[in-house]
Nanobody, 130 residues
């Protein structure tokens, strides 16, 4: 049974950093693209960034370019999201999800695209506030 568990969410001041982790089990992690998504209060879930099986990355949210990076360690079946220079608008629940394909989609905010991610974690709360 596929399982994803996020961790690392916290309350952080603007300008601070966090690293989120997504630990996977129950499927061929090294053959799967993994994406990070977030949902702010009152807003739709949006794609943030994705990493392919070989480590290629695809950014979806213009607002995080240059501040967020994604990486993966196939030896421990874990994907990381390093978030720097955090802003209040980064507040939300962050989810990781596994795609049943090796490559990331071109976009990741539509319901159709998100449906290609077969397994989702329970989410971790990130709050950026002074």
């Amino acid at each position: 049974q596929s399982q994803l568990v996020e961790s690392g969410g916290a309350l952080v001041q603007p300008g601070g950093s966090l690293r989120l982790s997504c630990a996977a089990s129950g499927f061929r992690f090294d053959y799967s693209a993994i994406g990070w998504f977030r949902q702010a209060p009152g807003k739709e879930r949006e794609g943030v960034i994705c990493i392919s099986d070989s480590g290629g990355t695809t950014n979806y949210a213009d607002s995080v370019k240059g501040r967020f990076t994604i990486s993966r360690d196939n030896a421990v079946n874990t994907v990381y999201l390093q978030m720097n220079s955090l802003k209040p608008e980064d507040t939300g629940i962050y989810y990781c999800a596994a795609r049943a394909r090796a490559l990331c989609p071109l976009e990741a905010s539509s319901a159709e695209s998100q449906s290609t991610f077969r397994s989702w974690g329970q989410g971790t709360q990130v709050t950026v506030s002074s």
